[in-house]
């Protein structure tokens, strides 16, 4: 028997790492998550004589990531630009990368670690975006 469920997670229970890695640049990125979307199970593996396992996985998680930088170096410029970064009044530059574990960013594949041990009060409470490794984790 699997249940579907699609939850929440506040922006304050998010993090977005290494950004800047992912990116090659030498500007600093500053970045901010926006509430998560994680579409999850619960699984019961049931036979006759009981429950023998319930487990949680996790199939999908959606965000977007808001970024800016002040650009240090004008090569940064036409990379940032290419990915949709616009100056600002201020002349610093900024976007919005969407996060999507089922769509491809700059040509390489999103991995879930999602296979959630245990979740507080039966919800994920906490999502890693990891842009360097493209690993998004579930807790």
């Known amino acids: 028997m699997n249940v579907q469920f699609k939850t929440t997670v506040k922006s304050n229970e998010c993090e977005v790492n290494n950004l800047k890695e992912a990116l090659n640049v030498e500007s600093e990125i500053n970045a901010s998550i926006c509430d998560c979307e994680v579409e999850w199970a619960l699984e019961v593996d049931a036979r006759d004589w009981g429950v023998k396992e319930i487990s949680c996985s996790v199939s999908r998680v959606t965000t977007e990531i808001e970024w800016n930088s002040v650009l240090d170096d004008d090569s ?64």
């Not at 940064?76 to 976007?95: A, S």
């Not at 990368?97 to 089922?102: A, H, K, L, Q």
């Not at 994920?124 to 842009?131: A, E, I, K, L, R």
Request: charge should be negative; hydrophobic fraction near 35%.
């Open 76 to 139: 940064d410029k036409l990379k940032l630009t290419e990915i949709g970064g616009k100056f600002n009044r201020h002349g610093d530059i900024e976007g919005t990368i969407t996060v999507d574990s089922d769509k491809e960013w700059n040509g390489k594949k999103w991995t879930i670690d999602g296979n959630i041990d245990h979740v507080d009060n039966g919800l994920p409470v906490s999502v890693d975006v990891d842009f360097e490794d493209m690993i998004i984790t579930v807790l």
